[in-house]
């Protein structure tokens, strides 16, 4: 009888592993998405803003502009209508804010919907609304005359820097008044009930309760008026008033009247300089303030 014997199972391969390569992303880079409108805001903005500085830089045309009286009374006049113009409208707009929000009248909802119509309007819709009302043959010289039989009226402030800075405040109010309405809205009427059940006077809770929460959003409006007035045109042009020569109203003259293209800009160029300074001054003020 054969023994029989044991025979070992045959040894098995290891099985033989295919590395799987991962699929390719189909997604498009993200600077890709970035170059169109870096492309547009190159074509629309910075190349023009390019050719203005290149113009700038023609030969004498930086210590011509500077030396000459009528650039530095431009500049002078430029800030301290911007100054004068914001300082009123942050008084006036947080004052009427201040009613708008916290004085119960009937038609007070209707009234801060129609700042946010007034924002959409012309600088120089406004300018005209003024001259028809204090212009020289406006409403109020009109009865003047009418009542006193004068042959003409007392009313001619529109054609001076003081017209300027009332079209000025008179428009750009509603800029500040927004942002103040939407910080008024968020305020904790709590806080106002009881600093007011405890004896507070109406001056002391906007002064230690209502101000320091409207700070940030009059730091926002403030700033945006103060960067608007530094460039604003229509309203000095509209009013006429031919004593006042801005910034942007030197830019004009100079090319326009003038043809000197290198002057002009150069006063465009110290233009945009100082309102790009003053924005950033505001987002580091407003950054450090929590606004």
């Known amino acids: ?69 009528s650039f530095r009374d431009a500049l002078v006049t430029t800030v301290w209508l911007a100054a004068g113009a914001t300082v009123g409208c942050l008084v006036l707009g947080f004052v009427l804010a201040l009613i708008v929000a916290f004085v119960p009248f009937p038609g007070a909802k209707a009234v801060s919907r129609f700042i946010d119509v007034f924002l959409s309007f012309p600088s120089f819709l406004i300018t005209l609304a003024l001259l028809f009302v204090y212009g020289t043959v406006g409403m109020a010289n009109g009865l ?35 942002p103040l309405l939407a910080a008024f809205s968020q305020l904790d009427t709590a806080q106002l009930e009881v600093a007011s059940s ?37 309203i000095v042009l509209f009013t006429g008033a031919k004593g006042v020569t801005t910034l942007p109203m030197l830019v004009y003259s100079k090319a326009i009247l003038e043809s000197d293209y290198a002057a002009a800009c150069v006063v465009a160029v110290v233009n945009v300089a100082l309102s790009v300074g003053l924005y950033a001054v505001y987002r580091v003020v407003s950054k450090r303030a929590g606004a």
Not at 15 to 21: A, E, L, N, S
Not at 163 to 171: F, H, K, P
Not at 223 to 231: F, I, K, R, T
């Open 144 to 178: 003047w005359t009418g009542v006193t039989g004068a042959a003409d009226g007392p009313f001619h402030f529109l054609t001076t820097p003081w017209g300027v800075l009332l079209a000025e405040i008179t428009y750009f109010t509603p800029f500040v008044m927004r």
């Open 1 to 69: 009888m054969a023994s029989a014997r044991a025979t070992a199972p045959p040894a098995t391969a290891p099985p033989v592993v295919t590395p799987v390569r991962p699929a390719r992303s189909r997604t498009v880079p993200a600077w890709l998405w970035a170059l169109p409108p870096v492309a547009v805001l190159g074509l629309v903005f910075l190349y023009p803003l390019g050719l203005v500085v290149q113009e700038s830089l023609a030969p004498g045309a930086y210590a011509e502009v500077f030396s000459s009286a």
């Open 198 to 234: 405890l004896g507070a006077r109406p001056a002391r809770i906007v002064r230690r309760v209502i101000l320091p929460e409207a700070l940030p959003a009059l730091a926002a409006g403030g700033s945006l008026v103060l960067v608007m007035c530094l460039n604003e045109f229509g």
